[in-house]
């Protein structure tokens, strides 16, 4: 029987599915799916591995994912572990069981492919993930992903109309888009959700993973108002409220733009509840920058927050900027909580 163990994003949780299904013949085998959004998430990845060699003591443990990519030293050095595999390995998993070497670990840019595996099923879960695309061609200060998961590349629709159609057919009710940055899917990504909505007009309820303000456009907003099968719960990367803070970020959108979107999405549907995503303590962040992440979060309205304290990445641009102290960062992460709450 193989083991998956999972770390990070829903992208992982699609792709651990598909390890489930091509080795679901094997035996004594636990794959890893690691994640490297920080350093402690490495960490736990490590440490989760030295607990699984001594719970499976004569298993073969595969580590892959994105800590696998861009630590793959660090992991082949484990005794624990017996073959690391990069993101670009792990389309053809099955295929490296077999290897000599302890570590493929390939150039993930040079890399323009995905799995074209098909899902069958979500273990365990109502909603099912399909990927729609891999790799990012921004580049975030604080973010390692683009160097994990490579340039942008979109799975073709007809192999996401087939993955659809799959789940449906299985009895999945809520689909879910994911990617590493969906919005960038190609050609359009408010193109694809209407050909999904126009192909499958009975499927109850459409869900996205999270989206970039930045790259939504008034034909999506169209969409959500025409198209009652689109889940108005809407998750944003917004990450800062305050403009020079996402400016060395680099993110690509304003604290207006959130405003200005959300307004436009609650207006195409009354309904709309906001998500998003928060990094408190980000090198340079004054009180008053912090309070302006306070205050958008209450003009915007966004409900349902994900709060992060700032986390060094090695490798990236922001852990060469002067640091805010770990305590600063902790504090206005259980103030941007505590304001959830109320």
């Known amino acids: 029987m193989v083991k998956v163990i999972t770390f990070g994003c829903r992208i992982n949780s699609y792709e651990s ?16 799916n690691t994640c490297a959004v920080t350093a402690e998430a490495e960490r736990q990845c490590r440490q989760a591995i030295r607990k699984l060699r001594k719970e499976n003591p004569d298993a073969k443990i595969v580590v892959t994912g994105c800590a696998a990519q861009v630590s793959a030293a660090r992991f082949s050095e484990m005794p624990e572990v017996d073959l690391v595999l990069g993101n670009r390995e792990k389309t053809e998993i099955e295929k490296y069981l077999i290897s000599k070497d302890k570590t493929v670990v390939g150039d993930i840019f040079s890399f323009s492919g995905y799995d074209a595996y098909m899902i069958t099923g979500f273990e365990g879960r109502e909603r099912a993930f399909v990927e729609i695309e891999q790799g990012c061609n921004h580049r975030c200060t604080y973010c390692i992903v683009p160097y994990a998961r490579g340039a942008n590349r979109s799975v073709p629709a007809e192999k996401i109309l087939n993955q659809i159609k799959i789940l449906l057919d299985k009895g999945f009710r809520e689909i879910c888009l994911t990617g590493v940055d969906v919005c960038s899917y190609e050609p359009s990504f408010s193109g694809l959700v209407e050909t999904i909505l126009k192909t499958f007009p009975e499927l109850p309820s459409l869900q996205f993973g999270s989206l970039d303000p930045a790259a939504i456009d008034d034909k999506f907003v169209a969409l959500v108002k025409n198209y009652k099968n689109i889940h ?111």
């Open 17 to 32: 599915e598909i390890f489930k299904e091509k080795l679901k013949n094997y035996d004594n085998l636990v794959v890893v």
């Open 232 to 342: 108005p719960y809407f998750h944003f990367s917004i990450q800062s409220g305050d403009n020079l803070i996402l400016k060395r970020m680099g993110r690509r959108h304003s604290r207006e733009d959130v405003i200005t979107l959300c307004r436009k999405l609650r207006t195409a549907r009354a309904d709309s509840i906001f998500g998003a995503d928060f990094i408190c303590g980000f090198p340079t962040e004054t009180e008053g920058n912090f309070l302006n992440t306070m205050k958008l979060v209450e003009e915007a309205d966004i409900t349902k927050l994900h709060v992060f304290p700032y986390s060094e990445r090695p490798g990236t641009p922001a852990a060469k900027m002067p640091q805010v102290p770990v305590h600063i960062r902790r504090n206005r992460a259980e103030r941007l909580r505590d304001l959830r709450k109320e």
